[in-house]
């Protein structure tokens, strides 16, 4: 992986994986093209704060890439798009999944040789190699892949955890071997990947955001007893069992009371369960 590379005067790339299509993320060092004062000012603080416009790129040779609706910017090359539905039937699976995950119904795959670019955004990105593997992640983080990852559903395998999980009854899952990119709500570096070895995980809170397909996941009291449960303010717990990696977005709460202006909840120990009884 190569970082900080300078592609133009303005941009910079910051990550980059190889295989059978290249995947860059790119940032914009700054944005000066405002006429408007007020914009400038919110720019300037943007700036500041660490805020940067990136942009994903994917440069095929003669390769594949599944991207999410609606996310290319502009292509140059010999590519061309299509939508493989499958018949009625592979029409209906994708309709149903789309439904139940809230991920858009059809990703269109670009084939050929040339470069793409996808909408840029002041969101995160970060790229994942699967090898003969499979991730479960949350809704909406899925923003492109190599053509040989499938992209389907995955159902709750636990009524706790359908019902109580706050993740619904299904979720967004990647298999097979090959790249994806995952456009995620905070910063990769916030990301605490946690490594199982036939362990167990227990989280309060639904800040888990990704888990590799051998991980069990469920909802559970964080003690043996309902009085228990009580007093320890916490409730139930989600819990994840196995052997692989869960993704912990610890700092995705606090980025969320910090937009409701009010940082008040973060100056004692309030807890961040939406999980109590």
């Given at each position: 992986m190569r970082t900080n590379l300078k592609i133009t005067n303005s941009l910079n790339m910051i990550s980059e994986m190889s295989g059978d299509s290249t995947f860059q993320i790119l940032e914009f060092d700054d944005l000066k093209g405002t006429p408007s004062i007020k914009t400038a000012k919110d720019l300037f603080y943007m700036k500041e704060s660490g805020m940067r416009l990136r942009q994903v790129r994917i440069l095929l040779e003669d390769s594949s890439v599944r991207v999410q609706a609606g996310a290319l910017s502009y292509l140059k090359g010999n590519i061309e798009m299509s939508n493989k539905m499958g018949g009625l039937l592979g029409l209906g699976k994708k309709l149903i999944g789309g439904n139940v995950t809230g991920e858009s119904t059809f990703k269109p795959i670009y084939s050929g040789t040339g470069e793409m670019f996808l909408e840029p955004?002041?969101?995160?990105?970060?790229?994942?190699?699967?090898?003969?593997?499979?991730?479960?992640?949350?809704?909406?983080?899925?923003?492109?892949?190599?053509?040989?990852?499938?992209?389907?559903?995955?159902?709750?395998?636990?009524?706790?955890?359908?019902?109580?999980?706050?993740?619904?009854?299904?979720?967004?899952?990647?298999q097979g071997n090959g790249i994806a990119v995952l456009e995620l709500p905070v910063p990769e570096s916030e990301i605490f990947k946690c490594i199982l070895i036939n362990d167990t995980l227990k989280v309060d809170g639904n800040f888990a955001v990704l888990r590799t397909g051998d991980i069990e996941f469920s909802v559970e009291k964080s003690s043996k007893s309902i009085i228990g449960a009580a007093t320890s303010g916490e409730g139930f717990v989600n819990v994840y069992r196995g052997t692989g990696e869960v993704w912990l977005m610890p700092t995705k709460d606090i980025y969320n009371r910090i937009s409701g202006y009010d940082v008040s909840p973060l100056m004692g120990n309030q807890g961040s369960s939406n999980t109590k009884v």
């Open positions: 955004s002041f969101g995160h990105y970060a790229l994942i190699e699967l090898e003969d593997d499979e991730i479960v992640v949350d809704d909406g983080l899925f923003f492109a892949c190599e053509a040989e990852v499938k992209v389907g559903t995955a159902a709750q395998k636990t009524i706790s955890a359908a019902f109580l999980g706050n993740e619904g009854f299904f979720q967004t899952k990647l």
